[in-house]
Each structure stands twice: as structure tokens, then as C-alpha cells.
């Protein structure tokens, strides 16, 4: 049917329902780290603008979570809808890490959210802060699990094939779960979703700062303060990560040659290899059109020596080698916006040391935006090393048209249709809801979800906000 | 030791997952059920408040399912593989069901004008009321058997269109219903808890008709089904069932009828949910795929089984300690002008 077949159509729904997904963890990640350590500094220095601060973000971060939740419920079945035979060989290896997950990390989220949510005034300033850290050390040790796993299928490790099934199965949970790429891979995506956030906040610091100037008047105390923290953020992880992704690609030339030279658009092995800055990579006739080049820069960035030698993708087999006109770009653009992110930091260090951080409108604009920056070069990484794993779902020993399931087109047609409806309204929605939270200044008092009880109301209907209870008047229920 | 861990690991797993699978349905169900109750509840207030009584613990009875998922795909790596083909249509539709009541939680809070405040209510409860059936129609269709040849799923994508399967659903749309009205009842007081006292009644009613028709049906589904029912051992474990079930709906009904009584009804109807589910269990036993995978010809090696519930053992209690002090912490009755007392 129109050239499309369930393999592609099933990788075209992966790419599309973990791409949705992926934007909402990230943002989880870095708000929760951003909201302990605001609720931290209020409880250390009493200053109110950190708690207001705190319950802003709060509003934001119930509605990034929840969407991650449930778009999160759909990857845990899609594998076994639409990746059987994949489920079945690496089940033994794969599933036990997202069942830890799920355990050590989910259940902890979840079961801590809502206290965190709304019980501040139930329980305490002490465990409340203890739950935000729960939140987010949860969101932290999901992302372990998770890019494990991940990290496995780019670099196996500690597995044994078993010859009658074909399935892989565990020798050593060590090597499995600490293999070769993890380690660059955790760091590389903790600080990718920290940076996601403190742009974003810097977006909204940026738009409050913009309007404040346009009408006029002096930002509040809670925008100039989460600008600061923003770009101190932008200052100081965005060079951390460029060498943090410098020694990913150092790794990734190591383990999987043939990705690099698919993203660098590389076709003949070489030493003192150029570097291309532009191009158009072109499969089938093995060659990349229009190159504009540095020389010894390839081999420079990617071996840090003039002579290191540099792979090209006539070194592996055609039905082996990823799709180079893709990974090119994507790599670039998030290249590009690593450096933008860099500059933004450093321009911003200068500001703050002459007194202009919060008089200097471009800067501002530039933060507004910038505000998706981190979103779309998280994005564009993934794009990267998903891609370029390819023909494989398991490096170089399980391919991706043996690991699909034997599901009918229509179905999956009918599924990628769906959640294509679905996803745009929720999108949608989300979208509007938070763009109508950011479009309000965090201001003294502020009204958040841990003020009140989950008693919230909806539209114009304003819930009278009554004293909080004690808990002991609780212990009245009936029977 | 192989042998005995090759047989006692997928047993013990078979019965963690039954647990876990039957903790989402508690915990899940009733928060399900307060979806599909505002069917019969328009009141936009009394709408906030029901929503109110699951709002800080929804997430986390979400992730019983998560971990279903994740537990199965781990554990029983054939069957995972085999029933989520199988079940392709039913699964998606449930996805993305619990897709739009989940966002619903917090968009129907906070949206601003009538018209999106009626759609995400509507997403709430017409998300609700598909998962629900949908979950139903997933169980009966695996009760029913699922067509598999070399752990490959070879039957057609609607087979789960069978009579017996939809009216599974319809079951646990009316479970739901009832465990999320008694849910209600319990923590709600006022206009609001004798409205869920009624409707407690009516959903009562129906779930025990529901309860007898699938009993007499599941039997007659497979000959092994049967065998349980008329051999020795079996029989000694599956005939203390009915006459259970009769006990704790005299429970329910007299819970429903003392006005004073408001936590009975909720428990006689877990307590029904209980025996639903394990005589369902004891049925299927023990398959996994029925009628043709055992738990044992569905297993990843002992070596997964074993790394995984090494770590269960200890996280699971700590999983259901700090959920248990989550519902403590948001405990009592929730009432419009005092949130909580």
C-alpha cells in the first residue's frame, strides 16, 4: 500500500511516539532537580521569592509530569505491539532494567508527587523537601535505568546468545548494565535535560523581563531571580556539556565507527581528514555534494590529533551503514545550538559582571527565543545516535527488520493514525495550558499546588483558600 | 537446583505479577470508576471534589500498570511478545484512552472557558469508560484463548470481538463503577455520598448478575476450565469461591443500608474484586497464553528472573510502605468548603 511497509510504518510510530515522549522526562528531570534546589535555598535562607519561585514551577511541572506518565504507559506496550520479535530476544536482558525502573524509580516519583503537589501544608517543611528530592532523585535514577538500556543496545556487553532461540541472555548484570557507553551517555543527557529547563525558564524570565521594560516598570524579585539562576545555568553546564559531548563522540568512534562516519557525512577512511561543515550526503551514489570543508579539522575533533585516522562509510558493507543525509544534520543542528547555548552563557557572564544582566533587552529576546534551544538539540541527539544505530536495533547483531512484529499494515496504519490525533490534542493542550502559566508573573504570594489542598477549581470558579487543617483532625473517618 | 529454580522462579513471578496486576485493578479501578461516574454526576463541584479524592495518588496507581508492562516484558518475555500482537487493537485503544483521561486530570483544572472545560470533562469520562471496557476485553479475550504457533501470535486482529470478550468489558466497566462509587461513599460526605450510596446499590446489583453469568461462561470456554471444577484437588480450592462471593455481598448490601457504615461497602467490593480475579486465576492456571503457553514455556531465563527478584523483594515492600504513607498523608473525608477534615 502506497510503498509502505509495517517495518517502516512501525519505526515511523517508535520515532514519533518515543519523540513526543523523550521532550516530557527531560523536562521532568531538569524541573524537578530545579525545584528541589529552590525549595532548598528557600528553607536555608528564608527568602520568599525562592517559595514563590518554587510554586510556579510546581503548577508547570504537574502538567509536564502527568504527560509523561502517560505518554511513558505507551512505550512500555509498544515494544511488545509493534516489536515482538525484538521483545522476545533481548526481553531477558531488556525488560529487567525497565522492571527496575518502573521499581526504583516510577513508583518513587509517583508516590511522592503527590505530596510534594499538595502537602506542604499537611506534612511539614522537612518532609515536604524530602519529597521533592524523592521526585527528583526518582527522575534521576529512571534516567539511569533507562539510558542503560539504551547505552546496551548501542554498545552490548555481558550477554551470551542462546544458539536454539536466538534470544540474548544475561552473563554478567555488571558489564549489562555498566557497558561502555553508559557512562558518557548518562552524562551527557542529564546535563542535555538540565540545560532544556533553564532555557525554558530563562524564556519566561526573558518574556516577564521584555514586558516589565515595555510597560515601563521594574521586573519582580521572582523574575530577575530566575533569570540569574538561568543564566547562571547557561554559563556554567552548557561549556561542561560541549566537552561532555566531545568525549560521547570519542567513544561513539570507538564502539560504533560507522555512526560517526555516517553523521560527519565521511565516505573514504582517511587520516588528516577534513572536516564538513556543509554537504548533502547521497546514499546511493556514495559520495556527499556541495562540501564545504576545513581541512584536519575531522581528524582533529574527532581524535583530537592532526593524523588520527577518521572512518568512512565504504569501510562497512552498504546493508550496514546508517542514513547519512539525516544524521548529518541532525548532529549539526545540535551542534550548532550547543555553541548558540555557549554563547548565550558567556555573553551573560559579562553582562552580570558589568551590572546590565537585567538592562540589556537583546538579551532577553534572545533567551525568549531561544527557549525551545534545549528541547530541539535533546531532539536532534537523539535523532542522532537512534539513527545511526541503524540497520541494527541490537549494534551489529540484531537487526531492525528481524525484531518487528508480524502485525497486520492496516493495524499499525490504523494505531499510527490514532496516536497522531491523540498526541496533537494532548500537545495541544499541554501547550496552551503551560504557555497560559508562563504568560503569568510569578509574583510575592504566590498561589500554588502546594499551598492548597488538591482542592483545586477550575475556570472562574475561585476556591476560597481556607486555613489548612491540622492533621490530627483527620483521624475522624468514619468506621 | 536448576530444575527446582527452573520451576519455582516462574511460579513465584506468576504470582507476584498476579499481585501486581491485581493491585492495579484496586487502585486503578477506582479511580477509573470516578470517570465513568460522571456519567450520572453533572455537578461541575461535585465533579472537582471526586477528582479531588484520587488527585495526589492517580500517578502512582497508573504505575502499577507501568510495571505490569515492564514485569511481563521481563519475566515472561514469550508472553509478552505473543499476547500484545494479539491484542493489538484492544491495547492501542486503551493506551491512548488512559492517554486522554490522564492529561484530563490536570487540563480540566485548569482550562478557562465552558467549551474546553466540557471537552476535557467529556475526555475524562469517555477515556475512563474505553479503558475500562477495554481492560475487560483484554482480560476475556485471554481467557478465552489466544491462537499461538512456535510463540508466534497467528490468530486474526479481531478476535478479541467475541461475545465473550465485550461482555467482559461491560463487567468491568460496572466493577468500576461500583468500586469507584464506594470509593466515593467513603471519602465524600453530604449531597455527594448519598448520591453514591444509590448508585452503589444499582452498580452492586448489576455486578453480582455480572459476576454469576461470567462464572457459568468461563467453564464452558475450554475443557481444561472445566477439569478444575471437577477434579480433586482443584475442587477444594475453587468451591469455597461462590460461597464467598455470597458472603461479602451480604456484606456490601448491608453496608449500603446502614447509613452509618461507610467504609464496608469499599472493602466487600475489593473483597469481590479479590475473588473475581483469583477464581479467574485459578481458571487460566497454569497458562499464561491460553490455552498453549505455561508460565513455565513463557519464562525469560533463571538468570533474569533471578537478578529481577533479588531487587523486588526488598523494593516491593518499600513500594507499598511509602504508597501506604502517601494515602495516609491524604486521608479523611473531602468536602467542598473544607477540603479535607
Known amino acids: 500500500m502506497f510503498g509502505l511497509s509495517a517495518l517502516f510504518l512501525a519505526r515511523f510510530q517508535f520515532a514519533f511516539t518515543v519523540g513526543f515522549h523523550i521532550v516530557f522526562p527531560a523536562f521532568s528531570i531538569g524541573l524537578a532537580a530545579y525545584l528541589a534546589v529552590l525549595e532548598g535555598l528557600w528553607l536555608k535562607t528564608g527568602r520568599n521569592a525562592y517559595l514563590d519561585l518554587f510554586k510556579y514551577w510546581l503548577k508547570v511541572f504537574s502538567v509536564v509530569f502527568g504527560m509523561g506518565v502517560v505518554s511513558g504507559l505507551v512505550m512500555s506496550y509498544e515494544f511488545g505491539t509493534n516489536w515482538s520479535a525484538f521483545s522476545q530476544k533481548a526481553g531477558p536482558i531488556l525488560g529487567p532494567m525497565l522492571a527496575y525502573e518502573v521499581m526504583t524509580a516510577f513508583f518513587l516519583e509517583a508516590g511522592f508527587l503527590g505530596v510534594m503537589m499538595f502537602g506542604l501544608n499537611r506534612v511539614g517543611k522537612g518532609l515536604h523537601f524530602a519529597a521533592t528530592c524523592m521526585v527528583s532523585i526518582g527522575t534521576l535514577i529512571s534516567m539511569s535505568w533507562i539510558l542503560s538500556s539504551n547505552s546496551w543496545m548501542q554498545t552490548p556487553r555481558g550477554y551470551r546468545i542462546d544458539e536454539a532461540t536466538g534470544r540474548f541472555l544475561p552473563v554478567d548484570w555488571w558489564q549489562i548494565v555498566f557497558n561502555p557507553s553508559f557512562p558518557y551517555r548518562i552524562v551527557h543527557m542529564g546535563l542535555a535535560a538540565f540545560l532544556c529547563v533553564a532555557f525554558i525558564v530563562a524564556g519566561v524570565a526573558g518574556w516577564h523581563l521584555l514586558k516589565a521594560r515595555r510597560e515601563g516598570r521594574q521586573a519582580s524579585e521572582q523574575v530577575r531571580l530566575m533569570f540569574s539562576m538561568a543564566m547562571w545555568m547557561a554559563a556554567i553546564v552548557s561549556p561542561i556539556q560541549v566537552l561532555a559531548g566531545d568525549t560521547q563522540g570519542l567513544n561513539t568512534l570507538e564502539y560504533q565507527p560507522a555512526k560517526i562516519a555516517a553523521l560527519e557525512g565521511d565516505w573514504e577512511s582517511e587520516s588528516r581528514a577534513p572536516e564538513i561543515l556543509f554537504g548533502i550526503p547521497d546514499m546511493e551514489n556514495e559520495t556527499t555534494h556541495y562540501k564545504i570543508a576545513i581541512p584536519y579539522m575531522g581528524s582533529l575533533i574527532l581524535t583530537h590529533s592532526l593524523n588520527g585516522k577518521v572512518p568512512g562509510l565504504k569501510d562497512f558493507p552498504k546493508e550496514d551503514r546508517a542514513y547519512s543525509p539525516l544524521l548529518f544534520f541532525s548532529f549539526r543542528i545540535m551542534v550548532a545550538l550547543g555553541m548558540l547555548m555557549v554563547l548565550v552563557g558567556l555573553w551573560s557572564l559579562y553582562l552580570r559582571w558589568k551590572g546590565k544582566l537585567y538592562d540589556t533587552p537583546l538579551l532577553h529576546r534572545i533567551a525568549l527565543f531561544m527557549s525551545p534551544a534545549g528541547f530541539l538539540a535533546l531532539l536532534c541527539g537523539w535523532i542522532t545516535t537512534e539513527v545511526g544505530r541503524q540497520p541494527f536495533t541490537v549494534y551489529g547483531l540484531l537487526r531492525t527488520s528481524d525484531s518487528v512484529s508480524p502485525i497486520a499494515l492496516p493495524n499499525i496504519a490504523t494505531s499510527m493514525i490514532a496516536f497522531i490525533i491523540v498526541y496533537f490534542i494532548v500537545f495541544t493542550g499541554g501547550i496552551t495550558i503551560l504557555l497560559r502559566t508562563f504568560a503569568e508573573e510569578p509574583h510575592p504570594g504566590e498561589h500554588g499546588p502546594a499551598e492548597d489542598q488538591p482542592q483545586r477549581a477550575a475556570g472562574t470558579t475561585q476556591v476560597s483558600h481556607q486555613p489548612p487543617s491540622s492533621p490530627t483532625a483527620g483521624a475522624g473517618m468514619a468506621e | ?341
Open chain 2, 1 to 341: 537446583m536448576t530444575e527446582t529454580a527452573g520451576f519455582w522462579l516462574p511460579v513465584v513471578w506468576a504470582l507476584l505479577a498476579a499481585t501486581a496486576i491485581f493491585l492495579y485493578i484496586c487502585l486503578d479501578g477506582f479511580d477509573l470508576g470516578i470517570g465513568i461516574l460522571f456519567l450520572k454526576e453533572k455537578d461541575h463541584d461535585h465533579r472537582n471534589l471526586m477528582v479531588n479524592t484520587v488527585a495526589p495518588v492517580w500517578d502512582g496507581n497508573e504505575t502499577w500498570m507501568i510495571f505490569g508492562g515492564a514485569a511481563l516484558y521481563g519475566v515472561f518475555p514469550v508472553a509478552y511478545g505473543t499476547i500484545l500482537p494479539a491484542l493489538y487493537l484492544p491495547i492501542l485503544f486503551m493506551l491512548l484512552a488512559l492517554i486522554l483521561r490522564g492529561v484530563s486530570f490536570e487540563f480540566r483544572f485548569k482550562s478557562e472557558s465552558p467549551m474546553s472545560q466540557f471537552f476535557w470533562d467529556s475526555s475524562f469520562c469517555g477515556g475512563s469508560i474505553v479503558a475500562a471496557f477495554m481492560q475487560g476485553v483484554i482480560l476475556g479475550t485471554l481467557v478465552q484463548g489466544i491462537k499461538v504457533e512456535n510463540n508466534v501470535f497467528v490468530g486474526s486482529s479481531f478476535d478479541w470481538l467475541s461475545p465473550f470478550a465485550l461482555f467482559c468489558g461491560l463487567a468491568v466497566v460496572i466493577g468500576y463503577a461500583l468500586l469507584g462509587a464506594t470509593w466515593l461513599l467513603w471519602r465524600c460526605e453530604g449531597e455527594l455520598h448519598d448520591t453514591m450510596r444509590r448508585i452503589s446499590y444499582v452498580m452492586g446489583g448489576l455486578m453480582l448478575v455480572m459476576i454469576a453469568l461470567v462464572s457459568i461462561w468461563t467453564p464452558m470456554l475450554h475443557t481444561t476450565y472445566m477439569q478444575h471444577w471437577l477434579d480433586m484437588p482443584q475442587f477444594a480450592l475453587v468451591a469455597p469461591v461462590p460461597v464467598a462471593v455470597v458472603v461479602l455481598a451480604a456484606a456490601l448490601f448491608l453496608g449500603l443500608r446502614n447509613p452509618r457504615s461507610h467504609l464496608l461497602p469499599f472493602i466487600a467490593t475489593l473483597g469481590l474484586f479479590f475473588l473475581c480475579f483469583s477464581g479467574l486465576g485459578i481458571n487460566v492456571w497454569p497458562y499464561i497464553v491460553p490455552p498453549t503457553i505455561t508460565i513455565w514455556q513463557a519464562s525469560s531465563p533463571p538468570e533474569s528472573q533471578t537478578f529481577l527478584l533479588v531487587g523486588t523483594m526488598f523494593l516491593l515492600p518499600l513500594i507499598l510502605s511509602y504508597t501506604a504513607y502517601s494515602y495516609y498523608v491524604f486521608r479523611g473525608k473531602m468536602s467542598a468548603g473544607h477540603h479535607y477534615h
